[in-house]
């Protein structure tokens, strides 16, 4: 049950791939061998301009109707994703980006409440956390299962909202990717977004502030924004 009375606390939503740690390459293999099972053959290149960022389901069907698959439901395809990522990740590791874990143990220490919403099953988000030790730091943790409208609709940071008892512009949201950027303005929040890499080429121009380093993210920048 929600308190009526708002928090005061400042809040930090965090997508989850390609910002806590570079998962996407592993996210887009887990992607190909996918869709290779369904019969649909994709290269890096179109993974990362039309499917990362998005929610795994949107992107399923978006695939299925592109390619005129009409033999396997499209959460099948996401079922056997989110198997393959699992176990890629699994058997890899993970390696945050530098200077993220320490982010949020600064903003923790500091009084801000975290949050995570990603576009990544809730099976794969758990791993990935317990693996990187900071699961404990967020208040709030969902994947698109929880909405029904994945990214870029915003129905992920509207409840991240609502669940925490803030009001949605009152949320500093950190993305990756286009989509991600857009679902965090649609619900009104504010937005950074990290370049991590492998998204340059992808138009984060709505975003509030742009950086490629986490170091450079501080208290100073977030009451700025």
Request: aromatic content about 8%.
């Amino acid at each position: 049950m929600l308190n009526n009375t708002k928090s005061n606390k400042r809040t930090v939503i965090f997508d989850m791939d390609g910002v806590l740690a570079d998962t996407e390459p592993y996210h887009c293999k887990a992607w190909l061998r996918a869709l290779k099972e369904a019969g649909i053959n994709i290269d890096e290149k179109y993974y990362f301009n039309k499917v990362c960022g998005n929610a795994s389901l949107i992107s399923a069907k978006m695939l299925c109707e592109e390619f005129g698959i009409c033999n396997i439901h499209p959460e099948q395809i996401v079922d056997r994703k989110s198997f393959h990522a699992h176990d890629i990740i699994a058997k890899k590791g993970i390696k945050p980006f530098p200077g993220v874990i320490e982010l949020i143990q600064n903003l923790i220490k500091s009084g801000y409440q975290l949050g995570l919403a990603s576009s990544t099953a809730f099976l794969v988000i758990n791993s990935l956390l317990q693996s990187l030790g900071i699961k404990h730091h967020f208040s709030v943790i969902h994947g698109p299962e929880v909405v029904e409208n994945g990214k870029p609709h915003p129905d992920q940071y509207l409840l991240t909202a609502k669940i925490l008892n803030k009001d949605p512009w009152d949320l500093i949201v950190i993305e990756d990717s286009k989509s991600g950027v857009i679902s965090a303005k649609r619900a009104g929040a504010k937005c950074i977004a990290y370049l991590n890499g492998h998204n340059k080429k992808q138009d984060l121009g709505l975003a509030d502030h742009i950086t490629d380093s986490f170091f450079k993210i501080n208290e100073k920048l977030l009451d700025k924004i």
